[in-house]
T-cell receptor, first 111, second 113 residues
């Protein structure tokens, strides 16, 4: 079993929908939680990061971390076709410099 | 201006050959990484260098040898290429102590035939 699990999708939603992307993990030492977005044939780019539990909002994006359930989410409000990409969650412990990634969820936002 | 660049973008080669991929970053970061992304999009770290010193060396066949001539450059040499080495290899850079924020290059798509 992988340390970080993520539904690969694809997830197809109409423009304007609220999207919920999720990851579960098994390592309770993870303290930093990241969401990266990867467009086709491009490198991943950091969207948001959260330290420990709680919520963080940035424009249309909200990241949530529930450490007690070992569950993290990314919500996208008013989704746009330009949001169509693969979304990768990533995590690290407090001391390690390496990131452990989920397998990514492919999102398609249709007109 | 490209922040993290990699060459080549595409590499098609035969089994048994030796090849190198080069990476350069102009962000002033002191830590650089090599990742492998397989066909299922799973991104896994291979190596990391901090100030030219190897700090992460995951379970990778020793046919893979990274080299960092300076803080801005990280190269990956692969000997005796195998079919299973086909993947996209990403270079990334970041600041020490801020591993949550890594900047990725465009990737090198390696196909071994």
């Amino acid at each position: 079993q992988k340390e970080v699990e993520q539904d690969p999708g694809p997830l197809s939603v109409p423009e304007g929908a609220i999207v919920s992307l999720n990851c579960t993990y098994s390592n309770s030492a993870f303290q930093y939680f990241m969401w990266y977005r990867q467009y086709s044939r491009k490198g991943p780019e950091l969207l948001m990061y959260t330290y420990s539990s709680g919520n963080k909002e940035d424009g249309r994006f909200t990241a949530q971390v529930d450490k007690s359930s070992k569950y993290i989410s990314l919500f996208i409000r008013d989704s746009q076709p330009s949001d169509s990409a693969t979304y990768l969650c990533a995590m690290r412990t407090g001391t390690a410099s390496k990131l452990t990634f989920g397998t990514g969820t492919r999102l398609q936002v249709t007109l | 201006d490209t922040a993290v660049s990699q060459t080549p973008k595409y590499l098609v080669t035969q089994m048994g050959n030796d090849k190198s991929i080069k990476c350069e970053q102009n962000l002033g970061h002191d830590t650089m990484y090599w990742y492998k992304q397989d066909s299922k999009k799973f991104l896994k770290i291979m190596f990391s260098y901090n100030n030219k010193e190897l700090i992460i060396n995951e379970t990778v066949p020793n046919r893979f040898s990274p080299k960092s001539p300076d803080k801005a450059h990280l190269n990956l040499h692969i000997n005796s290429l195998e079919l299973g080495d086909s993947a996209v290899y990403f270079c990334a850079s970041g600041r020490a102590g801020a591993a949550y924020e890594q900047y990725f290059g465009p990737g090198t798509r390696l196909t071994v035939t």
